[in-house]
């Protein structure tokens, strides 16, 4: 509790106060503020985390944010570079119309990796994860890797 003491100064109080009466922000900058409030009182991480009904280690790690990164950043999620639109509706077109062909000589189906190699291959993209092959395929409910319309015969 000693390496990241919460001093607030009015400005930041009054702001997270207004948060708090507002009741139009999402829980989780609701508990951040309760958190950077009450450490400003002097609060122990473990009383804290009783009154926020949250982790020793959640409010830990908001003290640590706040001393680190300053108030916006310790309130407000920030959008991660991974959320971001990767590949044009082009490439996703693309990709998605090689995951409609039928796999490589030696492939019962298409996987992740041969989807990966046959879009560089192709010179679609330059490099694509298989994380990121995921997200494209599931954007368009495929799933290469499972077998289409299997008919079974009935048994009597």
């Known amino acids: 509790m000693t390496k990241h003491i919460v001093k607030l100064n009015p400005k930041e109080k009054k702001f997270l106060k207004s948060i708090l009466l507002a009741g139009k922000h999402p829980a989780r900058v609701i508990m951040r503020t309760q958190i950077l409030l009450k450490a400003n009182r002097g609060l122990t991480d473990k009383d804290i985390a009783e009154h926020v009904e949250c982790h020793e280690r959640t409010a830990r790690d908001i003290r640590k944010k706040f001393c680190t990164s300053g108030l916006e950043k310790t309130i407000y999620d920030v959008p991660h570079t991974w959320s ?20 490589p000589k030696g492939a019962s189906h298409w996987r992740l990796e041969l989807l990966c190699q046959e879009a560089i291959k192709q010179k679609i993209v330059k490099t694509v994860s298989k994380q990121q092959m995921s997200l494209i395929l599931r954007g368009h409910n495929l799933k290469p890797w499972r077998k289409k319309n299997v008919v079974r015969s009935k048994v009597n």
Do not use: L, Q, Y
């Open 84 to 103: 971001r639109k990767t590949f044009t509706d082009e490439v996703n077109s693309r990709i998605v119309a090689i995951a409609c062909t039928d796999p």
